[in-house]
């Protein structure tokens, strides 16, 4: 009788190993797709905020030093967003 519950219990141990090496081979894979998009994200925001101060500079040059300190703030913001994803994912 032991011998048929010490089989039944290395087999499953052997499958609650299969799954959780599964889990985590999928959770890595999602854990991916969810840093990909973060920094995709990111990088449209910074690169949206670039182009709308380098266009709001040509339009009033004398705004110039209003535009870049607005401009760092909303990108630090952005990047801040990715480096979230980053960590998280």
Known sequence: MFEILAATDATA???ATEAV???V???GVT?????ALGALGGALGVGLIGYKACE????????SGKVLIQSILAMALA??????????G
């Open 25 to 27: 081979k999928a959770t």
């Open 21 to 23: 090496t599964e889990a």
């Open 31 to 35: 854990g991916s797709i969810t840093s």
């Open 13 to 15: 141990v052997a499958e």
């Open 56 to 63: 709001s500079v040509g339009r009033n040059p004398e705004a």
């Open 79 to 88: 990047e801040g967003v990715a480096i979230l994803c980053l960590i998280l």
